[in-house]
Structures are given as C-alpha cells and as structure tokens.
C-alpha cells in the first residue's frame, strides 16, 4: 500500500501475548479491522496499540513504543479478569470495534515514572516505568542515602527500594504495603522493601507520596551488584553511583473508551470481589 492511499486512515498496531485465547482475540481483530477502509494494520508508527493479555501485556506494548508516546494511544483487552491498563474482555471485542470506528482521537493519560542512573564510571543510563522501578542490593544489606528534592532525608537499611507511578501503586508497591494512589494525582511513592529498624537504625517505615516536581535520589553507600528492575524488565549494575526518579514529561495515553470503568471500581473487583452484605 502506498503512503498516499493510507492518508487519513487510522494505524493500528495488534499485541497479543501467547495464550490461545489472546491469539483469538487478536486474529478476530485482525480480519475485521484489516478488511474496514478506516484501519491500517502496522506495527511500525501506529496511531493506536491494541494490547491483547493482561496488565502485563500492557507494560510490553508500553516499552515497544515508549519512544512514540506523544503520539500514541494505547487500549487494552483482557482475556481473563479486568485488569487495570484494560478496559475490554475478550467477549467484548465487538464493542470495541465500535470504539474504534466510532473514535474521534479523545485520551485518558496517566503519569509515567522517569528513572536516570549514574554508574560510577560515570556513564548514565535512563529509562521510563508505567508501574514501578526498584533497586535491590544482591549481595548484602543495602545501604543507601536517600534524598528528597535535595533534603537528605534518610540513611536507609534494608533490601531495597520501590518507586511507584499511581497506576502501579496497585501491583509490587501494594504487595509492599504502599497505598493505593488515584491516577489523577500526579506524584510517585517510594515504598521500602524490607526496612532494617532497631536502636541503631533507623528509617521512616511508612511509605512517602512524593509530589509532581520532586525529584527522589538514592545514593548506594556500598560499591557492588544492584538490581534494578524497571516495570517486567530486570537489570544487573555494578557500581551505581546514584539513581534518580521524577515524573517523566511524557504520559501514557489511552483510548478514551465509554468502557473506561472507574478506578475505585477496578481497585474494589481486582482486590474485594463482591461484597457481602451478612452482618
Ligand atoms: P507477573 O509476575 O507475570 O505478574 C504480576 C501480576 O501483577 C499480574 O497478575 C499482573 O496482572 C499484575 N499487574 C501488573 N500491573 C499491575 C497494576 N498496575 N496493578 C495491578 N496489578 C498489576 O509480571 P508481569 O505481568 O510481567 O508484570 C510485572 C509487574 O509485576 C511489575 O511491574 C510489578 O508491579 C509486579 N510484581 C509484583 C510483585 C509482588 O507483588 N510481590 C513482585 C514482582 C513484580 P496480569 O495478570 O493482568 O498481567
Ligand atoms: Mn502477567
């Protein structure tokens, strides 16, 4: 197809995961949308990511095309229960042609994690989370200089550190007993991972809603490995020097679907279930 004749079609990109039933899903997508004169299937550029799986898959299709976010909307399909990043079950793909055909280019976007670090040899590597970044010491007790836009705040013991976007404050960061963050506030949490507390040393305990702006830097005292996870994604570095977390410029856009449930209502099916009414 030539460049002239896709003009003014809107390009959409099909992720799936490999479970028969996102495989389903997608080659259903696939047919419809590719014989509908307003589509053009590409995976290169796209104007819309159709994630097919679950949160997880979601966070995939995020790195595939972090480096578009300006341009790109995102909409996930969930086959198995309602996840957080998806607004559509697999039964529910006819709805979401619907959606597509009848979009007008509205988004929904919420704040992203920006993650810098400096090695000791100097070289700096950055990265972008939609969930979580942590920073785990492997070989001992991790010892780390915590700061908060530039007040030294704490020296802290422990395994390591998570910093949470709100809408990952409902994966790793609750499981660490962080709070749950509405994803209209833009801030990042920094939750500790197994804190070392006695007479000798001490840290906060609780875990800290950072706001907009704020920049988080933890300093390792200790020269040896580091892992980082970012989001999926996990790294091994020597030497790391320092870490810094902010609000990244950039947000993840969304589909803007009438499907787009509330997020109490996401937080109370994923984690309460129905409520019982016995006394
Ligand atoms: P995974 O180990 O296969 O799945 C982790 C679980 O977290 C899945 O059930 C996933 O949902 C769910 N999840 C992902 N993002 C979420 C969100 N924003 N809110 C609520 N639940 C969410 O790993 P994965 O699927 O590749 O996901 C990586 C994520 O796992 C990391 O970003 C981290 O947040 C989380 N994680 C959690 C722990 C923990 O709780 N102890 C430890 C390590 C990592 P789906 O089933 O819909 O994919
Ligand atoms: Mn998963």
Not at 14 to 41: C, E, M, P, T, W
Request: glycine share 6%; aromatic share 8%.
């Amino acid at each position: 197809m030539t460049q002239m004749s896709i003009t003014g079609k809107k390009k959409v990109a099909i992720i799936a995961n490999g479970k028969f039933q996102s495989k389903r899903v997608a080659s259903k997508l696939f047919s419809v949308l590719r014989d509908d004169h307003a589509f053009y299937l590409t995976k290169k550029n796209p104007d819309i990511v159709i994630s097919i799986g679950g949160d997880g898959m979601l966070l995939s299709a995020f790195h595939m095309y972090e480096s578009i976010l300006d341009k790109v909307r995102f909409v996930g399909v969930h086959t198995g229960h309602l996840g957080f990043y998806t607004d559509y079950r697999d039964f529910e793909v006819d709805e979401l042609i619907e959606t597509l055909r009848a979009d007008k280019g509205e988004s929904v976007s919420y704040p992203v994690l920006n993650i810098r670090t400096t090695l000791a040899d100097g070289r700096v590597l950055t990265a972008r989370a939609l969930n979580e970044a942590t920073i785990k010491s492997i070989e001992k007790t991790m010892v780390a200089d915590v700061i908060i836009n530039h007040v030294q705040f704490e020296c802290f013991r422990g395994d390591g550190l998570s910093v949470s976007t709100p809408t990952g404050s409902t994966a790793y960061n609750k499981s660490l007993g962080g709070a749950i963050l509405h994803p209209t506030i833009e801030a990042l949490q920094l939750t500790e991972i197994s804190s070392l507390n006695n007479r000798v040393y001490r840290t906060i305990g609780s875990s800290l809603i950072v706001p907009k702006k704020d920049k988080i830097e933890i300093i390792p005292k200790r020269l040896g490995s580091y892992t980082m996870s970012v989001d999926n994604k996990t790294f091994t570095h020597k030497n790391v020097a320092k870490v810094s977390y902010q609000i990244d410029p950039k947000k993840i856009k969304f589909v803007a679907t009438p499907r787009h449930t509330s997020f109490w209502n996401r937080v109370r099916e994923a984690f309460i279930g129905e409520i019982g009414h016995e006394i």
